[in-house]
């Protein structure tokens, strides 16, 4: 099977995704709460073990869309940025989102097809904050923005119709300017207290922060040294801790508030994900951080199969690019695709 031909049927395959026999007995019996429930805990859709609070919760908001008759609203909380280790395709979203969208299209689509008011799947982007603890330029992150929105565009007319996306950034939200000067400001003091907690390990909790940082960005932090760098990635793992816990203040009501459902990567931990939200693999082979990792395409006995992967994995595999016909306009730049033979 020719590469463009096998992405092509995993588009149309979306739609065709279905409710298994024991979901339709559920639904033969009028238990449309239960069957959706069912759907969002099961290990096809969540990953890592809920809390049976969690799972109560869960419940109660389903419930409340249900009797409402609203969609179930879902929303996958992200950083809204590419990693600049993806050097073809920074700082734009390329094949490990699009694989994701349609991984998580596929699974939620069973409920669209049995539940009239459908979904709302929104994803809510941490976009402006890569720029004070990654080093992301403002013109990186809206970058990254227009191009996943161009790519829920062209998602879109494969999923059902009352399958609804959207796409929510920080600034849409509150403001910015203000909130940013204010963790700003806190800095210093929860650096100092990061050097201390972790005088034993610093080396480990830095390799996030340090990957994650991009020197070519809003600073020139190519001429640094290393112990400058480390700094710089201290500092950033400190923002990062404040922007986390200050912005929640703001948005525990959006996250948490009636009937939505809030989900993040299958990567993080307990410790970062403290609300035991649902977490999501990027794609079915991949619990990585689709904005953090690359999209590729492996041969396999005539087939393919899609995956998301890290600068580990994607170094020692025997890549090459190839050229397909899929997209046009502002997607353009996606016509070719990394594939392992």
């Not at 409402?68 to 094949?95: C, L, M, R, S």
């Not at 990654?134 to 990254?144: E, G, H, M, R, T």
């Not at 994900?273 to 990792?293: E, F, G, K, V």
Request: proline residues 4%.
């Amino acid at each position: 099977m020719k590469i463009e031909d096998f992405l092509r049927s995993e588009l149309a395959n979306i739609i065709k995704e279905d409710i298994s026999q024991e979901e339709q007995k559920m639904l033969d019996l009028k238990q449309m709460e239960y069957f959706i429930y069912q759907r969002l805990t099961s290990k096809k859709f969540r990953k890592n073990l809920l809390k049976p609070e969690t799972l109560a919760i869960i419940k109660s908001k389903i419930a409340l869309s249900v009797k409402a008759n609203k969609p179930i609203y879902v929303i996958f909380a992200f950083g809204g940025y590419k990693n600049h280790w993806v050097t073809e395709f920074h700082p734009k979203a390329e094949w490990a989102e699009f694989f994701h969208l349609m991984y998580i299209t596929k699974l939620l689509t069973p409920i669209a097809k049995a539940y009239k008011p459908g979904i709302f799947l929104e994803y809510e982007s941490e976009c402006e904050a890569g720029i004070y603890h990654n080093n992301q330029s403002k013109a990186d992150v809206d970058a990254y923005t227009s191009s996943f929105k161009a790519l829920i565009e062209y998602i879109k007319p494969y999923a059902p119709e009352n399958f609804t996306f959207n796409y929510r950034t920080l600034p849409e939200q509150y403001d910015t300017k203000t909130f940013f000067e204010r963790v700003l400001g806190m800095v210093d003091a929860k650096t100092e207290e990061l050097r201390e907690q972790h005088k034993a390990d610093m080396e480990e909790v830095l390799k996030r922060p340090l990957f994650n940082l991009k020197l070519h960005g809003k600073e020139d932090l190519t001429h640094k040294t290393k112990e400058e760098l480390s700094e710089i990635a201290l500092r950033s793992l400190a923002f990062n801790h404040l922007f986390l816990d200050e912005d929640y203040k703001i948005r525990k009501d959006y996250f948490n508030g009636d009937e939505r459902i809030s989900t993040v990567g299958a990567y993080c931990s307990e410790e970062e994900n403290p609300d035991n939200w649902m977490t999501i693999n990027a794609c079915a082979r991949s619990a990585n951080a689709y904005w953090t990792s690359r999209g590729i395409l492996v041969a396999k006995e005539g087939e393919f199969e899609e995956n998301i992967v890290g600068p580990k994995m994607y170094n020692v595999l025997k890549l090459k690019l190839v050229g397909v016909k899929l997209f046009d306009g502002e997607l353009a730049y996606l016509n070719r695709i990394p594939v392992v033979e």
